[in-house]
Every structure is written in structure tokens, then in C-alpha cells.
């Protein structure tokens, strides 16, 4: 997957650019708050359909402005002519966004999500490591809803019904019973969804989790052996928290070691796990009014060396942990879906030492980079055409 280039109208600060970039490596560089992310943010849009930095829509047009178009050509590996992507965002919420193939309108963002691949870092993903569960979670929830439609609908049909069953439980709470077959409802069919959810997200780990180690091998050189592990209600606490099948059911987490294999499909996961938990103790939740059991409480483990990261890893340490979940991500990205996706860096390059920084942009392949940067020395002695852009102002021009 490529991306060949972008032609922004009143996004963000810049207010009419093209910017075209090669098939190997583009650096964006400039000083602080010229726009490189900015225009970073404009390449990623279609791969996600919204910002990466949780920027909602309106937020990406130019202050003052009434609308931004953001178009980007997009290319398949292989493929001689590029797809073109556009997106009119208007700032009158009484309108919709509108969105073009080709030129073509089409229903929605959701109908090209999947044209343009695209993996990206930025400082703040060290939080993958350090930080609390959601964004560990939301790491699965992009990457695997960017391989699976399926996954997504299960995904979107849960917390559909976690809504509904958190507001049943705040009119409990009231006084207004609720009757009992909607609670064995509710664990019915969100045991059911969670319990494919389950399976996808610890697939994907697996998947993962092999990649993620021979990179960090590769990247650090480092004798040190990361592992990753699931931890969710949907699973049954076991002796040695490597079999999902076993019995002895308790309130907590289940935890499973990623292993290694191939592929979605092959697990199952028993939803009479998770069913039991929802109705054990309705109770306890009307007075936090809200579910505390289900996949929006699943974590990933991250170990170095049988040791948890987030407690024992040096920044270093976690930064390259970080990176190499990120790149890994990338690898399976091709693997099943077939694209390399594109490599987006944001404001990392300058963090890594030189030999990590070598690694990253010397041994990804015929991958196309795109990264920024606030120091074009760095490039210097990177061996590979460089595409040097510089930005200033929200104007980007090349070197
Ligand atoms: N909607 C917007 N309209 C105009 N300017 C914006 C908008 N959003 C952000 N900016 C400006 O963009 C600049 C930051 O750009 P950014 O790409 O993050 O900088 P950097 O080059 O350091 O990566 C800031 O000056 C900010 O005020
Ligand atoms: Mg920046």
C-alpha cells in the first residue's frame, strides 16, 4: 500500500497544499507547530475514517473556515493506477460529511475503510505499555475491525446492549424494577457477542505476539523475551492460564498466553463463562450503576521476560515495546490482509538511539514511511532516497 499524495483544503492550519510522496521513505520536518502532524493526521484519516489524535471532524477544519476537504491517492501494491479518497467536512453541523471514490459519492466513510491501509506511532502510544487497559483495548479494537467486518459488527452489536443494560440497571437502582428475563436477556446475548470477541482478540494476540517478539529481537538486539498475554472475564481462571475450556469459574479475569498461530476462527470460547458473571451479583452493579463484567474490561498482559512491563521496563525498554507492538500490527496487517500497510511516524524518530533508528527505517522493507521530525540530520546517513519536505506554517514544500 502506498499512498502517492494529498491535497488539503482548510485542514487544520493548512489552508490549500498539495504534498506528493515517494514509495520509500518521506520526512516531513519543520519546527513546533508548523503542521507536520497536521498533514500526518491528513494521511491517516482514511485508514481509521477519523483523526488518530481523537480530534472529532469538525475539530480538522480551519478555524474560521466552512468546510475541509482532505483527498488522498491511494495505491495497492502492484497496482499501476492509485484510488482517489476525498472527504467534504462541514463545519455546519446541520450537514453531512460527504465522501468520494474516484469522484464517485458513496454512502459513508465506513464503505473505503479498507482502501487505504496505514500503521501509526506517536509518542503517545508508550501509553500502550504504562498506561490503563482502554488503550491497549482500543489497539485491538482498530487493528482487528481494520481485518474483520465481523469483528466489528459483534463488536458494535455488545456495546449496543452494554448501554441498554447499563441504563436497565440505573432504573433498578431507582426503585422501577426491571424484570428478571431482561437480565438473563441481557447475559444471553452479551455473553454470546463477548465470547466471539473474546476469541478475535486473543487470535489476534497470538498472532501478535510471535511477530512482536522476533522484532524486538531484531530491534534491540536484546537477549530479553517480551510476551503478551489476554486477561478477560470471558475466560475461565485456570491452574496454569492455558486452557480456555476448563471450569473452575470464579469473579475475576481469566488470563491465556498468546500463542502462536495463523489466523481467526479456530477458538472457541464458552459464553457460560461471562453468562454466569451477569447474573452473579446484579446488586453490586445497580449500585455502581453500571456492568462490570464483559470485554470492556479485557486487558493485554505485556512481559519482559515473565516480568510485567508496565511495572519493571525501562522508558527504553517500553518505548521499543511500544514500537514493535505498532510495527507488529503492521506485519499482520499484510499477512492477512494481503497490503503492506503504510508506516506513519509521528515525533518518534528523535526518542530511539541511532541503531533503533537504523532499524526502523532500514528494515522495513519496500515499505513506504512516512514520518516527521524536527531534526533532518537524522536522515543524513540513511542509505535510502530520502523525500525531504519542509514545513512551515501550514505550507509544505520540497526539498
Ligand atoms: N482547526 C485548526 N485550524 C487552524 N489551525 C489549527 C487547527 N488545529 C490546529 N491548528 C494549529 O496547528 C498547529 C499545530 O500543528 P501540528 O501539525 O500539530 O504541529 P507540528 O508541526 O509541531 O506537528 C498549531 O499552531 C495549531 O494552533
Ligand atoms: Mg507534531
Known amino acids: 500500500m502506498k499512498c502517492s499524495g494529498i491535497e488539503l483544503t482548510d485542514f487544520r492550519n493548512i489552508k490549500e497544499e498539495r504534498a506528493e510522496f515517494s514509495d520509500g521513505i518521506n520526512v516531513l520536518w519543520g519546527k513546533n507547530a508548523q503542521g507536520k502532524s497536521n498533514a500526518l493526521e491528513a494521511v491517516y484519516y482514511f485508514a481509521r475514517g477519523r483523526s488518530f489524535r481523537g480530534a472529532k471532524d469538525r475539530d480538522l477544519i480551519r478555524f474560521g473556515s466552512d468546510f475541509t476537504r482532505i483527498k488522498s491517492v491511494c495505491r495497492k501494491d502492484g497496482a499501476s493506477y492509485g484510488t482517489t479518497l476525498e472527504a467534504v467536512i462541514p463545519s455546519d453541523e446541520k450537514q453531512k460529511k460527504k465522501i468520494f471514490r474516484n469522484g464517485a459519492p458513496v454512502s459513508g466513510i465506513g464503505e473505503v475503510?479498507?482502501?487505504?491501509?496505514?500503521?501509526?506511532?506517536?509518542?503517545?502510544?508508550?501509553?500502550?505499555v504504562s498506561g490503563p487497559p482502554n488503550?491497549?483495548?482500543?489497539?485491538?479494537?482498530?487493528?482487528?475491525?481494520?481485518?474483520?467486518?465481523?469483528?466489528?459488527?459483534?463488536?458494535?452489536?455488545?456495546?449496543?446492549?452494554?448501554?441498554?443494560?447499563?441504563?436497565?440497571?440505573?432504573?433498578?437502582?431507582?426503585?422501577?424494577?426491571?424484570?428478571?428475563?431482561?437480565?438473563?436477556t441481557f447475559a444471553e446475548q452479551m455473553s454470546r457477542s463477548a465470547s466471539r470477541i473474546a476469541a478475535y482478540r486473543y487470535e489476534y494476540m497470538s498472532m501478535l505476539s510471535e511477530r512482536m517478539s522476533r522484532l524486538f529481537r531484531e530491534m534491540s538486539g536484546d537477549a530479553e523475551r517480551p510476551s503478551l498475554s489476554f486477561t478477560s472475564h470471558s475466560i475461565r481462571k485456570t491452574g496454569d492460564g492455558a486452557n480456555v475450556y476448563t471450569d473452575e469459574?470464579?469473579?475475576?479475569?481469566?488470563?491465556?498466553?498468546?500463542?502462536?498461530?495463523d489466523g481467526f476462527g479456530n477458538t472457541r470460547i464458552d459464553p457460560d463463562c461471562l453468562y454466569e458473571k451477569l447474573l452473579?451479583?446484579?446488586?453490586?452493579?445497580?449500585?455502581?450503576?453500571?456492568?462490570?463484567?464483559?470485554?470492556?474490561?479485557?486487558?493485554?498482559?505485556?512481559?519482559?521476560?515473565?516480568?510485567?512491563?508496565?511495572?519493571?521496563?525501562?522508558?527504553?525498554?517500553?518505548?521499543?515495546?511500544?514500537?514493535?507492538?505498532?510495527?507488529?500490527?503492521?506485519?499482520?496487517s499484510h499477512a492477512i490482509?494481503?497490503?503492506?500497510?503504510?508506516?506513519?511516524?509521528?515525533d518518534v524518530l528523535s526518542e530511539l538511539d541511532g541503531d533503533r533508528r537504523a532499524f526502523v527505517l532500514g528494515s522495513l522493507g519496500d515499505r513506504q514511511i512516512i514520518v516527521t521530525s524536527c531534526e533532518p540530520s537524522l536522515f543524513e546517513n540513511v542509505g535510502k532516497d530520502v523525500n525531504l519536505m519542509h514545513v512551515e506554517a501550514g505550507r509544505i514544500r520540497r526539498m
Not at 500503521?119 to 502510544?125: D, I, K, S
Not at 463488536?155 to 443494560?165: C, E, I, S
Request: net charge negative; with cysteine; charged share 30%.
Open 249 to 261: 469459574g470464579d469473579e475475576e479475569r481469566g488470563e491465556i498466553e498468546a500463542d502462536s498461530f
Open 337 to 346: 490482509g494481503g497490503e503492506r500497510p503504510v508506516i506513519l511516524l509521528d
Open 113 to 128: 475503510i479498507g482502501d487505504f491501509r496505514a500503521v501509526l506511532f506517536c509518542p503517545a502510544h508508550l501509553s500502550l
Open 135 to 184: 488503550g491497549r483495548r482500543t489497539f485491538l479494537d482498530i487493528a482487528i475491525s481494520q481485518l474483520s467486518k465481523e469483528y466489528m459488527s459483534y463488536l458494535a452489536d455488545y456495546k449496543r446492549l452494554l448501554l441498554q443494560r447499563n441504563a436497565a440497571l440505573k432504573t433498578e437502582a431507582k426503585g422501577d424494577s426491571v424484570p428478571r428475563e431482561l437480565w438473563e
Open 280 to 332: 452473579s451479583d446484579i446488586e453490586r452493579e445497580m449500585k455502581n450503576g453500571a456492568t462490570l463484567w464483559g470485554p470492556h474490561k479485557d486487558d493485554i498482559r505485556i512481559r519482559l521476560n515473565g516480568k510485567e512491563a508496565k511495572y519493571f521496563a525501562s522508558q527504553g525498554q517500553m518505548r521499543s515495546l511500544a514500537l514493535t507492538m505498532k510495527l507488529s500490527e503492521g506485519e499482520l
